[in-house]
Nanobody, 119 residues
Framework: QVQLQESGPGLVKPSQTFSLTCTVSGGSIQTNYWSWIRQAPGKGLEWIGFIAYDGSTSYAPSLKSRTSISRDTAKKQFTLQVSSVTPEDTAVYYC?????????????WGQGTQVTVSS
């Protein structure tokens, strides 16, 4: 059974950069698609991007200029970096995985981690 666990800072100041790490157990990150998704207060899920089994990446156009996803296969971790943050980046951030690239088909989700952008 694949399990995912997010970790990262809970509070970030505007204009700063933050990173979140997803640690995977019970599976290999060299299979499947591995995404970051977020949910802002009162809003629906928003896909941020994925890193695929072969290391290729894809990002939501609205966030592409400020986001980066990388991985460490030895540690079975993948990381999201978001730069130039604003309060609109406040959300619960989830890492998730599935066989297809579309996040709504994913079988495996982390519990989510709150990131608040505030001065």
């Amino acid at each position: 059974q694949v399990q995912l666990q997010e970790s990262g800072p809970g509070l970030v100041k505007p204009s700063q950069t933050f990173s979140l790490t997803c640690t995977v157990s019970g599976g290999s990150i060299q299979t499947n698609y591995w995404s970051w998704i977020r949910q802002a207060p009162g809003k629906g899920l928003e896909w941020i991007g994925f890193i695929a089994y072969d290391g290729s990446t894809s990002y939501a156009p609205s966030l592409k200029s400020r986001t980066s996803i990388s991985r460490d296969t030895a540690k079975k971790q993948f990381t999201l970096q978001v730069s130039s943050v604003t309060p609109e980046d406040t959300a619960v951030y989830y890492c998730a995985s599935g066989f297809w690239p579309n996040y709504w088909t994913y079988d495996y989700w982390g519990q989510g981690t709150q990131v608040t952008v505030s001065s």
